[in-house]
């Protein structure tokens, strides 16, 4: 397998003999370059010693040196850079389309290696490497993890550029995007990003001192504020109550204003939610920080610790929903304030992504930092994938790790990555 072989050059796995060349002239590596995932040579800017002469520039690897031909290199004159052609099998000479004869070396992938690396792919169970792990080292694993984490928060990254780009560059609209979808806690994620980029910030702007204009703004867009999405035998009650009826007369009166369109408020998801999720609650606490004006980008960049965060989106809702979490349907009295592992989930997803991709857009580098510590001072995550690395042994302590381990399992271990994976390092060069 040619994976196999570039791992085996990368890792020099080829073993202790002095390699050689197939025409006899002593090769020695002294760096194998970096691996190249996208279109042309396999490994840039690689140094090599080819008896005792320094060269620098690409390698090709092929299980067979026939394979330059059957893709084609041979024309490509983006393989002219190319200082040795490495291969499991030299069955021909290869030049190229320059009309330079390559050098070629033969290097064999280790018998435990395709060993372990099949014993990986057949493993059942989840994770694969789980024999190993207690007998990592510790540093390894912490390098592994903080390495990892900061992986997830550029992939975070990505998403707030795009809502940046998508927004003409403005980042206060961005960051409202962004925390808007963390209110989805998940399930209503998606639809959390669709309502928000339906609110008009600028026209919220201007009724910011008036927190029922803009719940009647947030539930209005969000389709709350139709009758065919309240039960039957709670939209009389609603009715009665007048709330309901006053909302539905001030977002009228502001749709028309604005020229707004609502989303469509079935792609809310209800089913199996805890009533302190159901949107309508999440939204008008969304009001109520949106009113305060306690948060913003400027606030999130100036975050100092996890204590100050918490005080950040201390919020409450207004006070039907106090005895509400829907329309007509009155319950007990509650604050319905965001409790701290709700808070810890959005300064997770919303609030340190924000601070680490802004950071990264004014190349700050302050910033950047800053969220990479204050994620490692927020405690660990309690989720399924956290739970599987426990059992293994794997001291799981902080929001970072847990961060971490939700990378590590969607994006090397579902794709079984493990020629990726520091800890698939370990599990392969094992005897």
């Known amino acids: 397998m040619e994976r196999l072989l570039h791992y085996t050059w990368a890792h020099r796995l080829y073993g202790a003999s002095p390699l050689v060349t197939t025409d006899g002239r002593r090769v020695e590596i002294i ?22 002469e320094m060269w620098a520039g690409n390698i090709e690897i092929h299980s067979m040196s026939s394979d ?37 070396v033969e290097i064999h992938v280790p018998e435990e290696v395709e060993r372990n690396y099949a014993d990986l792919l057949r493993e059942d169970k989840y994770p694969p490497c789980y024999k190993i792990i207690p007998t990592l080292p510790a540093i390894a694993v912490h390098q592994w993890l903080d390495s990892l984490s900061v992986e997830r ?23 409202f995007v962004t925390l808007a979808r963390s209110f989805g806690f998940g399930i209503n994620g998606d639809a ?14 201007k009724h910011r001192d008036n927190l029922f204009q803009i719940e009647a703004l ?28 006053k909302l539905q007369g001030e977002y009228h009166f502001l749709r028309h204003k604005f020229s707004l369109t609502a989303m469509n408020g079935m792609h809310w998801n209800f089913l199996r ?27 999130i960049a100036d975050l100092a610790d996890i204590e100050e965060a918490y005080k950040v989106f201390d919020t409450h809702v207004s006070p039907y929903w106090t005895t509400h979490y829907g329309f007509g349907a009155e319950s007990g009295f509650a604050e319905k304030k965001l409790q701290k592992r709700s808070i810890d989930l959005i300064l997770v997803n919303a609030a340190l992504p924000m601070l680490f991709a ?63 994976c520091r800890f698939g390092y370990y599990y392969l060069k094992r005897m």
């Open 153 to 175: 928060l550029e992939q975070k990254m990505m998403r707030i550029q795009g809502y940046a780009d998508r927004l003409s560059g403005d980042w206060e609209n961005a960051f």
């Open 31 to 52: 760096d194998p370059g970096l691996h190249n995932d996208n279109a042309g040579p396999d490994f840039f800017n690689a140094k090599i010693k080819i008896d005792g």
């Open 218 to 245: 947030f539930l209005g867009q969000a389709g709350l504020l139709e009758d065919d999405m309240i039960p039957e035998y709670h939209l009389s009650f609603a009715q009665e109550e007048g709330y309901y009826t």
């Open 192 to 205: 959390f990003e669709e309502w928000a980029f339906h609110i008009p910030l600028q026209a919220c702007g």
């Open 358 to 420: 802004y950071g990264r857009h004014r190349l700050k580098q302050e910033y950047c930092q800053r969220a990479v510590n204050l994620l490692a001072m927020l405690k660990a995550e309690n989720n399924r994938y956290v739970r599987m690395w426990s059992e293994t042994g794997l001291l799981v302590a902080t929001a970072s790790d847990s961060q971490a381990l939700i990378q590590l399992k969607t994006h090397y271990c579902d794709r079984k990555d493990c020629l990726r």
């Open 273 to 299: 939610l805890r009533p302190q999720n159901f949107p309508h609650i999440r939204l008008v606490q969304l009001a109520q920080l949106y009113c305060s004006q306690q948060v913003n980008l400027s606030v």
């Open 68 to 104: 330059w031909m059957r893709h084609g290199h041979q024309r490509d004159a983006n393989y002219n850079n190319v200082i040795l052609h490495v291969v499991e099998h030299a069955d021909t000479d290869v030049w190229t389309a320059a009309g330079k004869q390559l050098l070629q």
